[in-house]
T-cell receptor, first 114, second 113 residues
């Protein structure tokens, strides 16, 4: 049983650099979600896809953040010109479409900005 | 926008003791989800509640949703060190379950052997 996979697990970069994270969802799931989680807080919704369509992106934190899911399978989250405040855990989740299907999460990518 | 509050913020119990964690919403819940998270890892889905008055159990964990669908509780019976972690409630703000899903801040549980 393959769960949600995220790569890399940890990323350390200098301020101003661009970073890209990858998420491979559970293969049968057509919905994919991105969240950000800071220490001591619950995950904060960023965006989600249904197949290749990005249905909600108004919650992305700034125009430096962008996400893609070009073939409706894996997804990438890119942060351009990183800032200190971008340091956080970035979580990906996937689910079946429709109704109240629970989201299943990967182990996240921890981003540290020097 | 919908907000979720959790209480207590943290909890330390002796192994074998029972405990309850609460999740309160500012608006009616369309679906309430409980997750567990270990430090530095992703969230593990525990249970989902949708109907007012609904109650579900899995092993020693029981979750309930009140009739008004604005509050949920998670009860652990005879706690074990394996129950330690952060418990998070999450909710769909409307019947479009994918959009703008929100989480509470979490309750950190420690179980002393």
């Amino acid at each position: 049983d393959t769960g949600v996979s995220q790569d890399p697990r940890h990323k350390i970069t200098k301020r101003g650099q661009n970073v890209t994270f990858r998420c491979d969802p559970i293969s049968e799931h057509n919905r994919l979600y991105w969240y950000r989680q800071t220490l001591g807080q619950g995950p904060e919704f960023l965006t989600y896809f249904q197949n290749e369509a990005q249905l909600e992106k108004s919650r992305l934190l700034s125009n430096r953040f962008s996400a893609e899911r070009p073939k409706g399978s894996f997804s990438t989250l890119e942060i351009q010109r990183t800032e200190q405040g971008d340091s956080a855990m970035y979580l990906c989740a996937s689910s079946y479409q429709g109704g109240n299907q629970p989201q299943h999460f990967g182990d996240g990518t921890r981003l540290s900005i020097l | 926008s919908q907000e979720l509050e959790q209480s207590p913020q943290s909890l330390i119990v002796q192994e074998g003791k029972n405990l309850t964690i609460n999740c309160t919403s500012s608006k009616t819940l369309y679906g309430l989800y409980w997750y567990k998270q270990k430090y530095g890892e992703g969230l593990i889905f525990l249970m989902m509640l949708q109907k007012g008055g609904e109650e579900k159990s899995h092993e020693k964990i029981t979750a309930k949703l009140d009739e008004k669908k604005q509050q949920s509780s998670l009860h652990i019976t005879a706690s074990q060190p394996s129950h330690a972690g952060i418990y998070l409630c999450g909710a769909a703000p409307d019947d479009n379950y994918g959009q703008n899903f929100v989480f509470g801040p979490g309750t950190r549980l420690s179980v002393l052997p």
